[in-house]
């Protein structure tokens, strides 16, 4: 069952939110050439001691870290190690949550390390990102969560890609509802699968992590020996991108976006809902 949240609920959903916000700004700022995954992954459990904040990625299902760190060819789930050194022309999505009384966070973003990126990476990023946007602006009171899927695969579909060809959706992997945990009803895909019907109503109080996955290749997935970490079948780069957002009866509200998501929610005609932590 999907977990409808109260105003009250939802502001403590906003400070977890500005939490995760804070971890993604000092970990951008650290994904610099020669770090290590593991360096980020430090950098992002003091940003949580600071804020008195806990971790809800360390201990889930076993992961045995802080932050996902995902380089290149990795899509999700990447595990920080000392090994895995950031280069110039890197790109890297940056996965973070925290947890606050109990409420939960959670987003990502692709970063770039140093400079030199092909321009495919750079718009590669963009498309996910901007995708990610698409779908946020579908959250509409009225709307069915298979239009949330609809707006960021439409979105994908319809930007030209570098080289020709298509981008890949990722298939196995796909947004979620948050709440009192991390991952809780519904399941959100990232594109529409007609058999899976049109989903629960949106409404007030309805609260989704949305994070479209796209590669420059395949839209197909393998998990590596540890359990966790996930590449594309081909080897092609990915993107991810995240954000936690609640519908509330004054619109969408981007939980883990310092502005609560207005900026971008303007691009698309739509007033953010207002910050209740003021």
């Not at 916000?21 to 050439?33: C, D, I, L």
């Not at 889930?60 to 190690?81: D, K, L, M, R, W």
């Amino acid at each position: 069952m999907v977990q409808i949240k109260t105003p009250e609920q939802i502001a403590k959903m906003r400070e977890a939110g500005l939490v995760v916000a804070a971890v993604h700004r000092a970990t951008r700022e650290a994904a610099v050439p020669g770090a290590t995954t593991r360096d980020l992954d430090q950098v992002a459990r003091k940003v949580l001691d600071e804020h008195g904040a806990k971790s809800n990625f360390l201990g889930y299902g076993g992961f045995p870290a802080t932050i996902c760190t995902s380089a290149n060819e990795v899509v999700v789930h990447g595990i920080p190690s000392d090994e895995v050194v950031l280069k110039d022309g890197d790109i890297i999505s940056i996965d973070a949550g925290a947890i606050v009384d109990g409420w939960h966070g959670d987003a990502a973003f692709t970063a770039f390390v140093g400079s030199g990126h092909a321009p495919e990476l750079i718009e590669l990023s963009r498309v996910t990102e901007e995708s990610m946007w698409a779908g946020i602006a579908a959250m509409k009171v009225g709307n069915r969560l298979v239009d949330v899927s609809r707006a960021i695969e439409t979105y994908i579909r319809r930007q030209p890609k570098p080289g020709g060809g298509k981008y890949g959706i990722v298939e196995d992997y796909g947004g979620h509802g948050i709440g009192t945990e991390m991952h809780m009803d519904p399941h959100l895909l990232n594109y529409v699968e007609k058999r899976r019907g049109k989903g629960p109503k949106l409404v007030p109080g309805f609260c989704l992590a949305i994070e479209p996955m796209v590669s420059l290749g395949t839209p197909r997935t393998e998990v590596l020996a540890d359990d966790w970490t996930v590449i594309t079948t081909d080897g092609t780069w990915s993107s991810h991108w995240e954000h936690s957002v609640a519908l509330t009866e004054e619109g969408p509200l981007v939980l883990t976006a310092p502005d609560c998501g207005r900026a971008k929610l303007a691009e698309f005609g739509i007033t953010a809902a207002p910050d209740p932590l003021g």
